[in-house]
């Protein structure tokens, strides 16, 4: 290939760069568009800043191209390129807005940097806590990273994933965030579903073991019982509500037996309060995956089993002892729906639940898993608050 042509190969893909990246601006800012309304908060996830960056050359670039040919199709390129600059960095403004009006400062430099949530260097002390159909339900334990000693707080995560999917590393760069902060950070399994295995009545009764597990063992590794968290995202943000307010309330059944601890704040991210609702696709795209996760933790749907669809709804177990709890939210989710979510928060609220919903703009479900990120930082900041305002500071 010559000279000439490989730089008009390269002119065609920053070309469709651009395209692309005005596409999902364009999905950012209008959300009901099939397919593109989910393109462009995903973009906004994972490359934020990136985005009015590299569309900002671009309009540059193709400007100088319109000045010299003054072709049409160079100055429709060029709104384009200008459009997803100026709005991007629009979402990313008001993104950083929602951030610094609940008292988090926003590291751009960072967010520019954002990475994968893998840590290898991170070696947990894993245990085995049960047993389930003959094999071993694990859980992870990461100690504070130059720690003082004494007890410390302890932050309980349970992953997401559709109850059939993810594993429990699956925010690695999270828990060393924690644990550098003076936080014993453990990480529960549990059995997960699928098409042909459906854990709707086990999950929960198990992780009730790994709690009591915890409440039997966490000294051990330095944790101070008297101050524990729970925190989950999608449908670890449903378990963890579900955990949290049984086992204050006295509810909750583990399967192995022991006795629970008492939880003093919960925090879920876009969490499945209302697995019947996210059965009813919320997007034509998305919504398959919501029916399958629903039929593969239940066996079937809201209208076959609406007994076992009530039962791991997350509003069926708010009652009066429920921990403080911590409900992010993007407002762009095509997987859970928001509106799911808002109507949990004032249930609680009327039962006397202290709950506090922050609500992320032109956000996609899972919008803060990238490490570092704009949702990422924001979401571990926020968390660290809430902690601190609930006595959970080491």
């Not at 997960?192 to 409440?215: F, Q």
């Not at 066996?299 to 009530?310: A, C, K, L, N």
Request: aromatic share 8%; hydrophobic share 45%; charged share 15%.
């Amino acid at each position: 290939m010559t000279l000439a042509g490989l730089i008009k190969h390269l002119r065609y893909l920053g070309n469709a760069v651009l395209i692309a990246f005005a596409l999902g601006t364009l999905g950012s800012f209008f959300p009901a568009i099939p397919a593109i309304g989910e393109l462009g908060p995903v973009l906004t996830a994972n490359l934020g800043i990136w985005i009015t960056i590299v569309a900002l050359m671009g309009t540059v670039i193709v400007f100088r191209r319109w000045r010299a040919n003054r072709r049409s199709r160079s100055m429709v390129l060029l709104g384009m390129a200008a459009f997803a600059a100026l709005g991007s960095a629009y979402v990313s403004a008001r993104q950083v807005g929602v951030a610094n009006a609940n008292n988090v400062h926003i590291d751009l430099a960072q967010a520019l940097l954002a990475g994968s949530q893998t840590d290898d260097s991170l070696k947990p002390i894993s245990v085995t806590y049960a047993q389930h159909e003959g094999q071993g339900i694990p859980l992870d334990i990461y100690r504070p990273i130059g720690g003082k000693g004494g007890l410390v707080p302890i932050f309980v995560y349970v992953h997401g994933g559709g109850w059939g999917a993810e594993t429990l590393k699956q925010r690695q760069a999270d828990y060393r965030w924690f644990a550098e902060r003076g936080y014993l950070v453990i990480s529960l399994e549990y059995p997960l579903s699928s098409d042909k295995r459906h854990t709707w009545n086990v999950a929960e009764p198990l992780l009730g073991c790994a709690m009591a597990w915890i409440g039997a063992n966490a000294a051990n590794y330095g944790g101070d019982l008297s101050r524990l968290a729970l925190w989950g995202e999608s449908a670890g943000g449903n378990l963890v509500l579900n955990l949290s307010y049984q086992a204050n309330a006295g509810t909750l059944k583990p399967s192995c037996g022991g006795t629970l601890p008492h939880v003093a704040a919960t925090m879920a991210l876009y969490p499945v309060v209302d697995p019947a609702r996210m059965y009813r696709p919320v997007d034509a795209l998305l919504g398959p995956f919501g029916r399958m996760m629903g039929d593969n933790y239940t066996g079937g749907s809201p209208e076959q089993f609406p007994d076992r669809y009530r039962a791991i709804a997350s509003a069926t177990h708010i009652n009066p002892k429920a921990p403080p709890t911590l409900l992010i939210i993007p407002e762009a989710d095509h997987l859970v729906a928001p509106e799911a979510a808002y109507e949990f928060a004032a249930k609680a609220r009327e039962a006397g639940v202290e709950t506090r919903v922050i609500r992320m703009p032109y956000a996609e479900h899972a919008f803060d898993l990238r490490s570092g990120g704009i949702g990422n930082q924001m979401v571990r900041q926020v968390m660290l608050q809430f902690l601190e305002t609930h006595g959970l500071k080491p």
